[in-house]
C-alpha cells in the first residue's frame, strides 16, 4: 500500500492485512533482492487488516512519517507514527502522531517537498458521486511527536474533472527548482464495465506542477 525512495538509495515498503514495514537493499535491481523487516510501530499490528498502513514519508535521514487509512484513535482521528532509526530495530523508536481526517476523507500516500514539508494525498468515494482526492500539506515545524497533522487544503479534485481511484503520491524537482507533484489512481483490476453505482475504473498518472 505504500512505497518511499530512502536517504540511502533503497526502496521502503508497507504492508496491510499482514502490516509490517520492509525494505528493499540500494542496488541495479532492488526488487531482484529479498527485502529485510524494518522497525515495527508498537500498534501497527492492531490496525483493521483492510485499513491499516497507507502513507510513508522520508523526513530526512534518519525519520520517516507513517499514516494508515482509517485505524482511529479515541478523537477519531487516523493513526499515524513518526519512526526514528528505522534501519535499526533495536534503536528505533516511534512517537505517536495522528491525522486529522475530514469529510468522509482517507489518507491514501504522502511524499515530502524538497523543503521538508509533507503532501498528503486523501481520497473519498461516494457510490452515486464517485471518487474525489484532496491534497494537504502540512509544514515541516508541525511534524513532531504527538502532534496532530492537520496542515491547509492545496487542492480537491471531484467530477467532472478528470478523477479516479487516487492511492499513490510522488514529488520530483525540476531542472530550475520546479516542484512536480505526481498522483496515481489504482484501477483496483477494474474490468473496464462498471454500473450505476459502481463505474469502471481507471489507472491514471497525472502531474501538477506546484507553484507557490
Do not use: C
Given at each position: 500500500?505504500?512505497?518511499a525512495?530512502?536517504?540511502?538509495?533503497?526502496?521502503?515498503?508497507?504492508?496491510?492485512?499482514h502490516?509490517?514495514?520492509?525494505?528493499?537493499a540500494?542496488a541495479?535491481?532492488?526488487f531482484?533482492?529479498?527485502?529485510?523487516e524494518?522497525a515495527?510501530?508498537?500498534g501497527?499490528?492492531?490496525?483493521?487488516?483492510?485499513?491499516?498502513?497507507e502513507a510513508i514519508?522520508?523526513?530526512g535521514?534518519?525519520?520517516?512519517?507513517?499514516?494508515?487509512?482509517?485505524?482511529?484513535?479515541?478523537?477519531?482521528d487516523?493513526?499515524?507514527w513518526?519512526?526514528?532509526d528505522?534501519?535499526?530495530?533495536?534503536?528505533s523508536s516511534?512517537?505517536p502522531?495522528s491525522?486529522?481526517v475530514s469529510?468522509l476523507?482517507?489518507?491514501?500516500?504522502a511524499?515530502?517537498?524538497?523543503n521538508?514539508?509533507?503532501?498528503?494525498?486523501?481520497r473519498?468515494?461516494v457510490?452515486?458521486?464517485?471518487?474525489?482526492?484532496?491534497l494537504?500539506?502540512?509544514?515541516?515545524?508541525?511534524?513532531?511527536?504527538?502532534?496532530?497533522?492537520?496542515?491547509?487544503?492545496?487542492?480537491?479534485?471531484?467530477?467532472p474533472?478528470?478523477?479516479?481511484n487516487m492511492?499513490?503520491?510522488?514529488?520530483?524537482?525540476?531542472?530550475?527548482?520546479?516542484?512536480?507533484?505526481y498522483v496515481m489512481?489504482?484501477d483496483?483490476?477494474?474490468?473496464?464495465?462498471?454500473?450505476?453505482?459502481?463505474p469502471?475504473?481507471?489507472?491514471?498518472?497525472?502531474m501538477?506542477?506546484l507553484?507557490e
Amino acid at each position: 500500500e505504500a512505497l518511499a525512495l530512502d536517504p540511502w538509495g533503497g526502496i521502503i515498503t508497507g504492508f496491510e492485512l499482514h502490516h509490517r514495514i520492509t525494505r528493499y537493499a540500494s542496488a541495479e535491481n532492488p526488487f531482484g533482492s529479498v527485502p529485510v523487516e524494518m522497525a515495527q510501530p508498537e500498534g501497527l499490528t492492531e490496525a483493521p487488516s483492510n485499513k491499516g498502513l497507507e502513507a510513508i514519508a522520508v523526513l530526512g535521514h534518519d525519520r520517516i512519517l507513517l499514516l494508515t487509512e482509517d485505524y482511529r484513535n479515541d478523537d477519531m482521528d487516523t493513526v499515524g507514527w513518526i519512526l526514528d532509526d528505522p534501519l535499526d530495530p533495536e534503536a528505533s523508536s516511534a512517537s505517536p502522531v495522528s491525522f486529522a481526517v475530514s469529510g468522509l476523507f482517507h489518507p491514501t500516500d504522502a511524499a515530502a517537498l524538497p523543503n521538508g514539508d509533507v503532501l498528503v494525498l486523501e481520497r473519498r468515494y461516494v457510490a452515486v458521486k464517485g471518487g474525489s482526492m484532496r491534497l494537504r500539506r502540512i509544514p515541516r515545524d508541525e511534524i513532531v511527536p504527538h502532534a496532530r497533522l492537520s496542515g491547509s487544503t492545496l487542492a480537491t479534485v471531484a467530477p467532472p474533472l478528470t478523477i479516479d481511484n487516487m492511492e499513490a503520491v510522488a514529488v520530483r524537482s525540476g531542472p530550475n527548482r520546479e516542484v512536480f507533484v505526481y498522483v496515481m489512481s489504482d484501477d483496483n483490476f477494474s474490468t473496464g464495465v462498471g454500473n450505476f453505482l459502481l463505474p469502471a475504473q481507471r489507472t491514471l498518472l497525472m502531474m501538477f506542477e506546484l507553484e507557490e
